[in-house]
């Protein structure tokens, strides 16, 4: 894990945010912050985070308490799967302040992440522009293509972790360039943070029937961070009190109405019940998390995924206004828009290093990539006669063939699984 940085608040001497107290020369400062001033800070760290690319920031308490419930009974039934780092902390994952201690607010931001090639519309979040191009029939006719191999958008460009991560650095380095030393320590997707039900208390979205957070004007596609602060700023208002799993749906900042076509969409039913998803179903749990043989009843229904999954989002409403990135980084690297799976099948442990450099792919290693490859083929050569060319097809068995006899066990597995098609 990332852990981030923390400071402690070491420095009583430098702090703009008059006045200013401390208790004694030995005990650690206290400090009394001027309402107005407090708030005047806010809208400027607000300001930064634009600045720095972040499409909403918003500021919230630390009280997640009304999601305890649905977490504990989440983990209790095992819908985490083999991801034992998300029950390994408990309840710090509700606890802002258990998991870093002084802990009085987070700051919550998010940044789109559709690469500029995907057409969507760039520029101020809060203007519902007409859709040019809707990038979402583009992913949805690779989808349709069994020979293609389909990386989730989000994977597609630079590691999102060194990229928000440093962005938030800098955002906490400028807030301590107005006010000195402060506590804080920056998130993103890094520990065990409960990332979605911070940012809807921050009021930047509510939790869609996915579980993924949503934007009126923005869709979902878009990272999470957080900065762990020790000042009492004033917070935002929360966009969606409903947000623990299992609650009473469609409160007020819930726009999602009837609509469950994400629920209809996934392709292995891992949406179980609205807000509700068992990881063991899910196809991002199962390329990605998941690091042996995945379940053969399964396997069928991952079709030529390979990395992650957004048929979710696909289907969902508000996505027609998800916006590009306001950054290079997340622009397709490698042609992983355009790949194949022989292609991809084809690269060495070399070529995937290499060419994984930099990229969150690279943390699932060579030998899940060409086990979730081989599923895929195996998927393309089960496809219908029509869908598929005689060419293609010879191409697929003539790859899987080739490596039927890798070191690795899992690869053959899953090979063997594949040819099974032939």
Known sequence: M?????????????????????????????????????????????????ELGFGAVGI???????????????LDAGCHGEMDYMAKHGMKRARPAELVAGTRRVISVRMA??????????????????????WRLDERARLDDPAAAVVSIYARGRDYHKVMRNRLQQLAERIEAEIGPYGFRVFTDSA???????????????????????QRDAGSLFFLGEIFIDVPLPTDADASPESAPGSAPETP???????????????????????????????????????????????????????GCDDCQLVCPWNKFAQAAPVADFDVRHGLDRASLVELFGWTASDFDTRMQGSAIRRIGYECWLRNLAVGMGNALRAARDTLSADARAAIVDALRQRAGDPSPLVREHVEWALEAA
């Open 253 to 307: 900042g819930a726009h999602c109405g009837s609509c469950t076509r994400c629920i209809g969409a996934c392709p292995t039913g891992a949406i179980v019940a609205p807000y509700q998803v068992d990881a063991r179903r899910c196809i991002s749990y199962l390329t990605i998390e998941l690091k042996g043989s995945i379940p053969q009843d399964l396997r069928p229904l991952i079709g030529n995924r390979v990395y």
């Open 113 to 134: 992440y559709l690469p500029a090639s995907s057409g969507a519309r760039k520029g101020d979040e809060s203007a519902v522009a007409d859709v040019q191009h809707d």
């Open 192 to 214: 065990p943070v409960l990332e979605v039900e911070l940012a809807q208390k921050a009021g930047t979205g509510w939790r869609g029937k996915h579980t993924l957070l949503l």
């Open 60 to 74: 919230s308490d630390i009280d997640l308490s009304h999601a305890e419930a649905g977490l504990a009974a989440w």
């Open 2 to 50: 990332n852990q981030g940085q923390q400071h402690s608040m070491s420095d009583p001497h430098r702090d703009p945010l008059s006045p200013l107290e401390t208790t004694n020369d030995e005990a650690p400062a206290t400090r009394h912050y001027d309402e107005a001033q407090l708030a005047a800070l806010a809208s400027r760290i607000k300001g930064w985070g634009r």
